[in-house]
């Protein structure tokens, strides 16, 4: 089984920081890429960030880039995103996302985390 744990969510005025976690565990062969996704009120989920594990390459969604930056540690199989100059409009659940696999013979699937709160607002 395996288990997807962020924290670090909560409320934030506008132009605060706010840094999220994730950490995955369970019967894990191998992760490929691990990100961030976000859905607000009435939206659809959105990808904010996301690192590819071996070669380090990463990719953000305009609306973040230069405020946000994803990090890992490999060693703990655990993402960061760091937030900086928090808008309103950044309010949303936040979900990890990782593409991992569970044994060698089998191939990668995504894996979803229960989701962290962040709220952006004075």
């Known amino acids: 089984q395996v288990q997807l744990v962020e924290s670090g969510g909560g409320l934030v005025q506008p132009g605060g920081s706010l840094r999220l976690s994730c950490a995955a565990s369970?019967?894990?062969?191998?992760?490929?890429?691990m990100g961030w996704y976000r859905q607000a009120p009435g939206k659809q989920r959105e990808l904010v960030a996301a690192?590819?594990?071996?070669?380090?390459?990463?990719r953000y969604a305009d609306s973040v880039k230069g405020r946000f930056t994803i990090s890992r540690d490999n060693a703990k199989n655990t993402v960061y995103l760091q937030m900086n100059s928090l808008k309103p409009e950044d309010t949303a659940v936040y979900y990890c996302?990782?593409?991992?696999?569970?044994?060698?013979?089998?191939?990668?699937?995504?894996?979803w985390g229960k989701g962290t709160l962040v709220t952006v607002s004075s």
């Open positions: 369970g019967s894990i062969f191998s992760i490929y890429v």
């Open positions: 690192t590819n594990i071996g070669g380090g390459s990463t």
């Open positions: 996302n990782a593409v991992l696999s569970v044994a060698p013979a089998m191939g990668s699937r995504d894996y």
